[in-house]
């Protein structure tokens, strides 16, 4: 939910706290603050609003000499954005400064103790209270006070911390939220997360929960929380450093958008040889998977969007019950589980704190968990008992696209493989598939070209206050998707309806002019959701239809067309979302929003 970065080395270490900061934004931009050692004390710069004004009112950093610094970028959670709000906050004499990405869940009780013993508090949030916490713990030994503080927190984090009397030293501790560790030439650097650090090193450690950093100029030392000294294995990160940046495109989800049909490649074609399904990381024998009596899909946002899609797929091939679920929901409901139960986590971040604490509900009763995630060494991705990787690369857009995508692709090589392991697909039906499979990067491209006729279509709609998206089954879920994307960078309402389901209420919205889009991708279901078309046709509704190449008959009930190359009737999402991602699009920058960064929103959603 926020960002936090620090650099100790030979460099002034101000420009570098910036670059990481800027590479970090994704993760919340309303506020930003930069402290830096001088050689004498601390000097520290906050501001409320984007990072650009934090390098303004730094020259880019140049007003802050140094070599040591901590840096933050916020996406507010305990008080509202403010100059007094912004990381980093400080201790009652500016001797300890620390910066947080994280929810102190306890902080009103340790605020409430501190300013019985004097403290004061300039800030509303729960940060400030770390601060002045580590200043009543401080006897002049940094770790020693860190891990008092840890036993004292309820919550998640991921702090920098600088002590003034130990200026040739920065600290990190992490429970719960994101934190890295990056040893390059000229020094080393913690981050939330990996892009703020590409720039200047491949080897990065993935601090695990109740560990603690020491960064000198020298290298770096770990520590559990009983001070003993433990060793960590880097990790070389295969990114390049323009995955991370934008490669020419106007806006990051128009790359990312564009990544597609690669990435969706990249996850699928790994895990097929020689006309199977190879799934290594899944860690489950073929009695293993012929023993599973239900699956739970559980995820937020567009990475639930993918569970119902795929519930359709697993229980269509496989023959396997399928229950999806939203984080949110399943992790307080008591589920009912049992030992024949599989339950698949999926998360873009693999920090979303709903999604990750539905994983520790469901670990804590000995139940199997298989993570679906996008970010190498994630919380989710070393927490589920297996981890199958979405390789879709560093996405940096605030509404996912091409993570989207190959989580979808990873759950149809799970249902299919899960099918042919049981016995309900045949190896020549298996095959068939995959051919479909390995078609779609290449139709997507082809849909992707598509994009200045839907551009034209969005430009007609970018005073539309409520849209609709109607479809049934797979189409539904699509709808569900698209509506979601249109609301969450153009601001615009919109509502997803199962087709057949309209007509008990939600009809009555309808006005002339309003637009429904209405997705016909199973054969099986056409006719029913032409006639809902023609429902709410009849009502005065512009109707925009998605549907596969030939049914020209949907002409008849529909204002505007796009058509879909064939594909297997279980793999429609993917080519279906394409248009509709693009005309999200098109409607949000015609209507000036920031499409990477939508107000409210932020990349990872790490708190409850
Ligand atoms: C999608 O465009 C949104 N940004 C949001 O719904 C997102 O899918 C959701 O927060 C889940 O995130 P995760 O995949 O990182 O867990």
Same mark, same amino acid.
């Given at each position: ?60 950093? @140049? ?12 996406? @507010?959670? +305990? ?7 912004? +990381?980093?906050?400080?201790? /009652? ?17 340790? $605020? ?5 013993? !004097? ?8 940060? %400030? ?14 770790? %020693? ?8 927190? %309820?919550? =998640? ?8 009397? +130990? ?26 997360? *990996? ?12 601090? %695990?929960? !109740? ?20 060793? $960590? ?49 899944? !860690? ?8 599973? !009596? ?18 359709? *797929? ?9 229950? *999806? ?71 940096? @857009? ?18 299919? /493989? ?64 698209? =509506? ?18 309209? $007509? ?32 709410? $046709? ?71």
């Amino acid at each position: 939910m926020c960002g936090i970065v620090g650099y100790i080395g030979e460099e002034q270490a101000a420009p570098i706290l910036l670059d990481g900061l800027s590479k970090l934004e994704y993760r919340g931009y309303d506020s930003a603050g930069v402290a830096v050692y001088n050689g004498e004390e601390i000097q520290m710069v906050k501001s409320m609003g984007r990072l650009k004004v934090l390098n303004e009112l730094t020259h880019d950093g @140049a007003m802050l000499p140094g070599t040591v610094g901590i840096g933050h970028t916020r996406w @507010a959670t +305990h008080g509202v954005p403010s100059d007094a709000n912004a +990381h980093p906050h400080l201790n /009652k004499t500016g001797s300890i400064v620390v910066v947080h990405n994280g929810i102190i869940e306890n902080y009103v009780k340790l $605020k409430q103790q501190l300013t019985r013993r !004097g403290y004061e508090f300039r800030s509303e949030t729960d940060t %400030e209270v770390v601060a002045h916490l580590l200043d009543y713990y401080y006897r002049g030994n940094p770790l %020693e006070a860190i891990t008092r503080l840890m036993h004292r927190l %309820e919550g =998640s984090y991921a702090f920098g911390i600088m002590f003034q009397d +130990h200026p040739d030293e920065i600290y990190a501790v992490r429970k719960d939220s994101p934190l890295i560790v990056g040893h390059a030439d000229t020094g080393s650097l913690i981050a939330s997360d *990996v892009p703020a650090v590409l720039k200047y090193t491949r080897s990065v450690y993935f601090i %695990e929960n !109740g560990e603690i950093v020491r960064l000198t100029r020298e290298g770096m030392q770990f520590y559990n929380i009983d001070e003993e000294e433990i060793s $960590k294995e880097p990790v070389t990160i295969a990114w390049d450093v323009n995955a991370a940046e934008k490669g020419g495109y106007e806006h990051f989800m128009l790359k990312e958008m564009y990544e597609q049909p690669k990435v969706v490649r990249d996850t699928f074609s790994p895990r097929l040889k020689n006309g199977d399904i190879v799934i290594e990381e899944l !860690g489950m024998t073929d009695q293993e998977i012929r023993d599973i !009596g239900k699956l739970y899909i559980v995820a937020c946002g567009s990475a639930y969007h993918t569970g119902m899609t795929c519930k359709y *797929v697993f229980e269509g091939l496989a023959r396997i019950p399928v229950e *999806v679920d939203l984080a949110s929901e399943f992790r307080y409901r008591n589920p009912i589980l049992d030992e024949k139960t599989l339950v698949i986590i999926v998360s873009q971040s693999g920090e979303t704190a709903d999604s990750l604490a539905a994983l520790r509900e469901v670990k804590k009763r000995g139940i199997r968990v298989l993570g679906i995630v996008n970010v190498v060494g994630s919380s989710i991705a070393r927490e589920a008992d297996n981890v199958m990787y979405t390789w879709a690369g560093p996405e940096i @857009a605030v509404a996912t696209t091409k993570a989207y995508s190959t989580q979808l692709i990873a759950q149809y090589l799970l249902a299919m /493989k899960f099918a042919k392991v049981r016995g309900e697909i045949s190896q020549e039906t298996l095959e068939v598939m995959l051919e479909d499979l390995e078609r779609l990067p290449e139709q997507m491209e082809m849909l992707l070209s598509n994009k200045e006729r839907i551009q034209r279509f969005a430009n007609r709609y970018l005073a539309a206050k409520d849209v609709f998206f109607i479809g049934r089954g797979i189409d539904y879920a699509i709808s569900m998707e698209s =509506s979601l994307k249109l609301k969450e960078i153009s601001y615009i309402h919109s509502e997803a309806y199962a087709a057949g389901e309209l $007509k008990h209420g939600t009809i009555s919205l309808i006005e002339d002019g309003t637009l429904v889009a209405a997705v016909l991708t199973q054969e099986d279901l056409f006719k029913k959701t032409m006639s809902n078309m023609v429902e709410v $046709k009849t009502r005065g509704a512009c109707v925009l239809a998605v549907t596969v190449v030939g049914n020209t008959e949907v002409e008849k009930n529909a204002d505007y067309v796009i058509y879909i190359p064939k594909t297997n009737q279980y793999f429609t999402n993917s080519l279906a979302i394409i248009p509709l991602q693009l005309f999200a699009y098109y409607v949000s920058i015609g209507k000036g929003c920031d499409v990477d960064k939508p107000r409210n929103l932020a990349k990872s959603v790490t708190v409850e």
